[in-house]
């Protein structure tokens, strides 16, 4: 079985170390990935709305829970708010949604994605590999706290955080913030070491989580 200590959070709650990440993974494969994943005893499963597999991911989490006779306090669920949702209106209807496809009642963490915001021109899925596809908003990153910051006082997320996220970024929050990131899930690995940004984090209390650990192939075909 897996060892997987758990870290404190400034939020009050723990996180378990090791995290299983679901993006880039096909729906009809991710569902026993992840039901493997927390058989070996990963118990923090990372998920977001833009990898398109999150109701995949609840049914191999609530699956688990019954063969493995755990309960949902058992289980760090993760899931993150996308680019073409940062405008305060939007950001409780998108929460919730993540929270209805992945079968849960609240989220551990709720990051928001990445720090820019736009929309798809037609309306349709976002495509990486077509930068002409989307149109670039403005939504204040302040606002956007504060909306994330009401699905705490609402009890749909336990801890919120950020991905993505730069030093500058950061500090626009924590100037105007009243619950601080918990967390920022940025790019950690021997050729992306992000020495500077993982200083700074601690300085803040803010926990960073690292992903592509054994570097990144990159998201452009």
């Known amino acids: 079985m897996l060892h997987n200590p758990s870290l404190h959070l400034n939020s ?13 993974s096909p729906r009809e494969v991710v569902t026993n990935a992840v039901e493997v994943a927390l ?22 989490t609530a699956a688990s829970l019954k063969k493995l006779n755990l309960k949902r306090e058992d289980i760090f669920v993760t899931s993150k708010l996308w680019c073409d949702k940062h405008a305060p209106e939007d950001v409780r209807k998108a929460c919730e949604t993540s929270i ?22 037609d309306g349709g899925p976002y495509n990486n590999s077509d930068p002409d596809s989307v149109l670039f908003e403005y939504h204040k990153l ?28 950061l500090e626009r929050i924590l100037a105007s913030c009243t619950i601080p990131p918990a967390v920022n899930q940025v ?35």
């Open 12 to 24: 009050g709650y723990t996180i378990p170390q090791l995290g299983f990440g679901t993006f880039d």
């Open 39 to 60: 058989s070996v005893g990963f118990r923090h499963i990372d998920g977001a709305k833009l990898y398109g597999n999150e109701k995949e991911v609840g049914d191999a």
């Open 100 to 121: 209805k496809d992945l079968g849960v009642h609240y989220l551990d963490l709720y990051l928001i994605h990445r720090p820019e915001s736009f929309r798809t021109k």
């Open 142 to 169: 302040e606002d956007t706290w504060k909306a994330m910051e009401e699905l705490v006082h609402a009890g749909l997320v336990r801890s919120i955080g950020v991905s993505n996220f730069n030093k500058r970024q």
């Open 187 to 221: 790019e950690v690995n021997i050729h992306w070491p992000n020495t500077k940004l993982i200083e700074f984090c601690h300085s803040k209390n803010i926990l960073v989580e690292g992903y592509a650990p054994l570097g990144s192939t990159g998201f452009v075909k």
